[in-house]
Structure formats: structure tokens, C-alpha cells
């Protein structure tokens, strides 16, 4: 029976020991028993062994950097093996060393030696997977692509595909219902010796064994979900394409694509083959296939390499004679103009110059070649389609002074600008031809007081958002603890409540994210209002699924570091983003301040201040004419305090505010570094609330105490956090101070916050925040803003 599917992994997705299990439980999870899996060289274990040729070479040290790396590849096999399976490994890999300092000692290595040391990577690999799917009890077998893959040498290797066709086909009738892991990169020649199949070499080899072995899918693995109508390290609005053709895919490829290599697309020429690109880091999401002989035209694709190799020359033949010799020797420019006069120009990467270079010199007699000038001041930008014509008009309309006239071969458009226009015209071609995000889909999670202050702000705001950015902000879904509404269409603002009554159903978080990915949005927005743990539990899901946050809930940024700083990871895998200025100051724009002065390269040595609404008023008014129990039960009756006071006197909401901007400002502590001096006595503080109410007259002799003692110094009581960075040392308290009564701290309205931010700006004349620092329209202005940044983020130009 013929085997279905091909699975490749790179370096990235072999990383650490992390990675390589879940390799193997995607490969239990989305493959088959007699699936082939072609591996490159665990993380940067190839440069590695490039690294100890180089020092080698110029007589240093390089037994430590080997060292290093077999300790590497040693601490993989503990990590991941029990002791029978990680023996056998053990002992192979105390063999490789001796060989490799054999080898590495030698007075000089020859090119077949080089590539033997540069080997092992890949055959570490393959070795290791194969161990660790027989240790999940599958039958798994390592195979060495040199007993594969026979070469002719060449600048690049060319396979002998009738010799290594049949010695494919017999070790797969020899290994029935296997798995077998094959080292990508490597061939070799007919007489044994190790050749290398250059850059993107396992993604080439991935291709090819699928082409011998008549394989119906090749899945490249990689750190990213596929092939993006743009590159979505420079548009911020990228979108994932589900499928595209063959040869768009070779077309995107020729033009430099980060993702597909053209070498790695021709073993799929006439032949079944199918590729898809998928992430290992994500596998549950979306992915792009390439289909093997699809005429339709997918999504248009914008492309740009920030610099490039233009040759200008005069010929005596016609232009076409000239890509002739080019396609002869299989390089092919990633664009050419003809120009009067005989003139032509053609643009190569930086890694065809010599090559194209070479070609022009070898042709210069017979092509009549002359004035031949090099520049590398131009960058490129191309739209790549199947229906690329459609596309002309809009494109040129955008073209500057500068830039070359549209190159058209049918498949591309492609012109060259100065090295600074590039980005710029990248995100103008996308924009205009590739098309914006269309529709922002709005998830509000928590529809209480605050909530219901959003949607009345979001009523006004949406129109002049939506204009601004031309786009459609939509609110599409409402949650409370009880009940949800999603909806397909835009919910009507002024009838949610009734919406929501009439239709909204019970739920779980399982099939709630079921329903918000069938949702047909170009992005999701979730704004947690709401301050429940058990939400922000469900952050990374929430991110692993595309989802960005809107946060006043302050109990993730504030959560264990190890979970913020795995909510970060996140983030900075994929192009996602959580703002959370609401959490910390409502509508203050403390966060905006903080990260303005770091953009503007200033240094943050203190913030501190009253970040307590509550806390600002009762110590505003306690003046000891009456206790201070009497003052927090007034506070209570006016609805200034939570229904248990003791939320507000423990000082923990604070707390975890600091925490907040800590992190933000960039130290890595733990809420319990933040030392907390609390209001309420231990001894109260976990009776019950009744309880609680008629023994709170025991906080007023302490309180007293310390008004008396602070007034003989002409001071005032304020509960104050504070984070200092002195001499190198952090120091972070939440609890009462003494201040003077000319302290930004003692004279507040009651109930606002203050903050209080010294840097090296602002040194003697700190820099003051202040304002209401709690209520539903600031608070719900505060979730609007961080709402319309992540939308202009995600459309910006």
C-alpha cells in the first residue's frame, strides 16, 4: 500500500526536549503508522558544527564548543529517554565525539571530511525522534539519508533520481507499518561519500524522498502557520492563506519568500504531491496547502526584499536571448526591463549576484555585453497571483518618482524603489490590493456596571473608529457567568439587553471557543471586564486560538510570573496583542506615560503613589474626630467600598496594581515581593463579614496611634505603594506612610489616584498622573482606548 504523508521538522521545532515532544505527539496525534519524517539539525546545532570547522580552521581552541555541544545533545537524551533507550544513544554519541575530535584534529579536512562534521546534526536527530517514538511504543526506525540519496557533485548536488528512486522504494518494502526518521541535508556521492544539499537543504530533501516514494502529502513543520499575504513580521494585518497553487508558490518563492524556498517546490512539479506548511508550536490552527496542479488564482500575495543586486548592461541581442543563457544554468532573475538603446536591467538576490555575475562575464562575447554597472541601493516589492493583471492599475497608482515601471510576467508584479521606501510601499500595496481586515469581531466578557458604561461609550465611538480605519468594528458577543450570546451578525447596541435575555444560552469554555472560532471575523477582540480568576486561567487559550485581550481584570498581569511571562511568549510568538491599562489607574494613562518615557529612551527609577479610590478617600477625611471603623462604614454605606471592606484595607488590590506596573517597566518579581502591610489584623481577617463588621472597631486605637504620632510631625497619613530601585536594589511596599501635608500625596480629592514617576528626566520634578482613578466611564474609557489601539496596531499603514 502506498504511504500517504511526509512529515518535516527544522532546527526550531527541535529545539530543547520541549519541543521534541511535541513533535512526537503531533506525529502520534496527526499521523500514521508508516509515516516517513525527514528532521534537520536540532536548534543551532548545524551552526554549532560550522563554528568548530571555523575555529579549526585558524589552529583555536574548540574542544570547549564541542564540549558544549555534545553536553547539548547529551542533556536531550536524558531529558527525553528512559535509561534503556537513552544508554544505546549514550554510547553512539560518545562515538560521534571520538570522531568528530579525529576529524577536527586533523592537520587539514577536505571538503568530504567538512561535510562529515557538519553531518551529525541531522543524525542526531533522526536517532533521537526514532528513540523517543519507540519509547511512546510505536515502532520508529532512524535512517541515514547517504543510504538514500545517491549524487552527482556539482555546485549543488544533482540527484540521481532513477538509482535513489530505488532505493527508496526497497527500504520502504522492507520497513512496513514503521515510522521511519530521515536525516534531511545530507546525501551522497557513488562512492559514499558525504555531500551537503545546501541552504533550506531538509526542506529540499522533505520533497524529494516524498517525490521517490510517491507520498500523497508533505507537511513542513515550522514556527509559523504557513504561507501570510504579506510578511507578518512587517504588515500587522497579514492574513493566513488556506491554499494557493504550485506555481504561485514557486513564483512566491523565486521572489524571496521567508517561508518557501523555490529549490524545495520542484521535486512537486508533475507529480501528486501536496505540501502544506504548519506550525508545530501550533498545529490545532489554520495552515496553507499548496496543491500540486491547481489552476485557480489564490489571494494576491505581497512580497519585498529590503535589498537587492541590479545589473544594468547594454546587449546586442534581443532581451529574451539573454534569460535564455540564465534559465539555462537555472537562475532566474527575480525581474528584468528592457530600455531603449539597448539597454537592459536584471534583478538578482544578493545570493545570485556572483553567480549572475559569472554568467554575464561568460556571455559578454557572445551576447555582445557592455557597461556592465552593479547597484545595491534598491529594495523590491511584488504582488504574486495567478490573476496578477487585475492588480496592475491599483498598484501603479502607488508607485513613487523613484520606483522601476511594473514588471509583468504573468504570474508577479514587481517593481524596485529606493531601500527606504520599501516597508512603506509594502504596506500601501497590501492595503490596496490585498485588501485590509475588513471586520473586528468585539467579545465582551462581563456585562455589569462597567460593561454596560462600555457599550454606551462604544455607541458613540464606533462610527468615528470604523471611518478612521475603515473597517467594521462589530460587537459579536456578550458573556456574564451565567449565560453567553454570540452572534454572526453585529449585535444591535441599542437592544443588547434584551438580545441577550431572549437568546443568550449557558456555556462552557470548551465549546465557547468552538463557537467563537466558526465565528467569521478577521480578528477577535475579548474584553474581560469581569474580575474573575477562572477567566484569565483561560488567557493562553484564548491567545493559542488568535484571540487578542482587552484586560481591567488585574489578576493575570498581576498573576504568578511564570504564567505572565508564558502570556508574553505568547504574544511574541504570534502577532497578537493584550493591553491592560484599564487594570491599573481606570481611564490614568499611567501605562501610556510609563511606556512613552522608555520609548523616548528614558529610565525608570520609581513609581509610586494611591492607586485606591477607596483608600484615598478614607484617608482624605480621617481627621480622628471619629474612628476610623465609623469612617469605613460611612464609606460602605455610599457604595465607596466593596461589599467586604476588607478587599480594600488588606492593601492587596494595590498590591497587585504595583505588581502591574512593575512588570510593565520591566522587573521580574513575584507578587510576594512586594512587601504588604495590611489594615486589617490577622485575627480578623478570615472570620466572617458579620463578624468582621462588629469587631472592626478594633482597627481604630492602631489607626489613632498613628495619626497622633504623624500630626506632632506635621505629617498626614496615606496608604502609599511604592517601588524604588536604589543602587541596584528593588524595593516594593504597599502600606501606610507618613507624608508631608505638601506631598502630592496629601492633598487628593477623595477618592482619586496618584502617581508619582521619578526617572532620569524627571528627577528633582517627578512626573505626576492624577485623577479618578476607579468608576465605570473612566474605567470603560480606558477599555475603549486600549480597544481602538489594538484595531489601529492591527490596520496601521
Known sequence: ???????????????????????????????????????????????????????????????????????????????????????????????????????????????????????????????????????????????????????????????????????????????????????????????????????????????????????????????????????????????????????????????????????????????????????SYAPHTDFTLIAPKSSSASAPVVTSLSSVSLFSLTISVELPQLLACFAQAGLTPLAYWSLAHGRAELAFTHENQKQAQAIFEAKRSELGIDELQLRDDLGLVALVSADASLYRRGFSRLLSREAHPLCNDGLSLVTLVPKAQVNLLTQKVHRRCAGPRKRIGVLLLGIGNIGEAWIDLFKRARPVLNKELEVSVELVGLLSSKKALLSETDIDLSSWQQAFEERGTGWQYTHLFEQLQALNCDELIALDISASADLTLQYPEFFARGIHIVSANKLAGSGPLAFYQELKQQLGNRRLFWRYNASCGAGLPVQHALNDLHNSGDSIEAVGGIFSGTLCWLFEHYDAKKPFSELVLEAKGLGITEPDPRDDLSGRDMQRKLLILAREIGYDIELDDIELESLVPTKLAEIPLDDFIKRMAELDGEMLQQYQ?????????????????????????????????????????????????????????????????????????????????????????
Not at 533520481?161 to 526497497?170: I, T, Y
Request: net charge negative; with cysteine; glycine share 6%.
Open 1 to 279: 500500500m502506498t504511504r500517504c504523508h511526509l512529515h518535516k521538522f527544522g532546527g526550531s521545532s527541535l529545539a530543547d526536549a520541549d519541543c521534541y515532544r511535541r513533535v512526537a505527539h503531533i506525529l502520534l496525534t496527526h499521523g500514521h503508522s508508516d509515516d516517513l519524517i525527514v528532521v534537520s539539525a536540532a536548534g543551532k546545532s548545524t551552526n554549532f558544527l560550522y563554528r568548530l570547522l571555523e575555529l579549526c580552521d585558524t589552529d583555536q581552541l574548540w574542544q570547549e564548543e564541542l564540549q558544549v555541544l555534545v553536553s547539548y545533545q547529551q542533556n536531550l537524551i536524558e531529558q527525553l529517554l528512559s535509561n534503556e533507550q537513552a544508554r544505546s544513544l549514550r554510547e553512539r554519541l560518545a562515538t560521534d565525539k571520538s570522531q568528530l575530535t579525529s576529524l577536527l584534529s586533523l592537520d587539514e579536512l577536505n571538503d568530504y571530511q567538512r561535510n562529515q562534521v557538519v553531518s551529525f546534526g541531522e543524525r542526531w536527530s533522526s536517532c533521537l525522534l526514532a528513540a523517543l517514538l519507540r519509547e511512546s511504543g510505536v515502532a520508529a526506525t532512524d535512517v541515514d539519508a547517504r543510504t538514500l540519496l545517491v549524487a552527482d557533485e556539482g555546485a549543488v548536488p544533482q540527484i540521481r533520481l532513477g538509482e535513489s528512486r530505488q532505493k527508496v522504494q526497497a527500504l520502504l518494502e522492507a520497513h512496513p507499518q514503521e515510522r521511519l526518521v530521515i536525516t534531511g541535508f545530507i546525501c551522497a556521492n557513488e562512492q559514499g561519500d558525504t555531500l551537503l544539499l545546501g541552504r533550506n537543504g531538509s526542506d529540499f530533501s522533505a520533497t524529494l524522498l516524498a517525490s521517490l516514494a510517491d507520498i500523497e502529502r508533505v507537511t513542513i513543520w515550522t514556527d509559523v502557520e504557513g504561507v501570510f499575504n504579506a510578511d507578518p513580521n512587517r504588515i500587522n494585518d497579514a492574513k493566513l492563506l488556506k491554499s494557493m497553487s504550485l506555481t504561485e508558490a514557486n513564483r512566491l518563492a523565486h521572489l524571496g519568500s521567508p517561508v518557501l524556498h523555490n529549490r524545495t517546490l520542484q521535486p512537486l512539479f508533475d507529480t501528486e504531491v501536496s505540501l502544506a506548511v504548519r506550525s
Open 709 to 797: 504620632a504623624a500630626a506632632e510631625q506635621n505629617k498626614v497619613l496615606r496608604y502609599v505603594a511604592s517601588l524604588d530601585s536604589e543602587q541596584g536594589q528593588l524595593k516594593a511596599k504597599v502600606g501606610i506612610q507618613w507624608v508631608d501635608r505638601s506631598h502630592p500625596y496629601a492633598n487628593l480629592t477623595p477618592g482619586d489616584n496618584v502617581f508619582v514617576i521619578r526617572s532620569d528626566f524627571y528627577q528633582d520634578n517627578p512626573l505626576i498622573i492624577r485623577g479618578p482613578g476607579a468608576g465605570r466611564e473612566v474605567t470603560a474609557a480606558a477599555v475603549q482606548s486600549d480597544l481602538a489601539q489594538i484595531c489601529r496596531d492591527l490596520l496601521q499603514e
